[in-house]
């Protein structure tokens, strides 16, 4: 499985960005797509996870009500709308997958596969 990410870029606070994550290669019939970010000196912290199927979805706290992740099957690729972005946003963002029914996986070890990651930068 192989997973490109893309859309991120530079926006003032307050804006919004639309990120991609194009899913190619062998697929699973049913797995978890999750969002991580990662800011400079900082641990990869967890955005968002959704089913593949079932759309059961579970957001940080930080990002709730601001996020929303939704996916478009006929083009294997999950979307991240990003509203209201604050300059605490500022990450490289990380698509991941992991095999499973399930949707409850909050930890970057338990994901088997990962994009590249895509730089999004919110100034004040």
């Known amino acids: 499985v192989q997973l490109q990410a893309s859309g991120g870029g530079t926006v003032q606070a307050g804006g919004s960005l639309r990120l991609s994550c194009a899913v190619s290669?062998?697929?699973?019939?049913?797995?978890?797509m999750g969002w991580f970010r990662q800011a400079p000196g900082k641990e990869r912290e967890f955005v968002v996870v959704?089913?593949?199927?079932?759309?059961?979805?579970y957001y940080a706290d930080s990002v709730k009500g601001r996020f929303t992740i939704s996916r478009d099957n006929a083009k294997n690729t999950v979307y991240l709308q990003m509203s209201n972005l604050k300059p605490e946003d500022t990450a490289v963002y990380y698509c991941a997958a992991r095999s499973s029914t399930g949707y409850y996986y909050i930890r970057s070890s338990e994901y088997h596969y990962w994009g590249q990651g895509t730089q999004v930068t919110v100034s004040s």
């Open positions: 290669g062998r697929t699973f019939s049913s797995y978890a």
């Open positions: 959704m089913t593949w199927s079932g759309g059961n979805t």
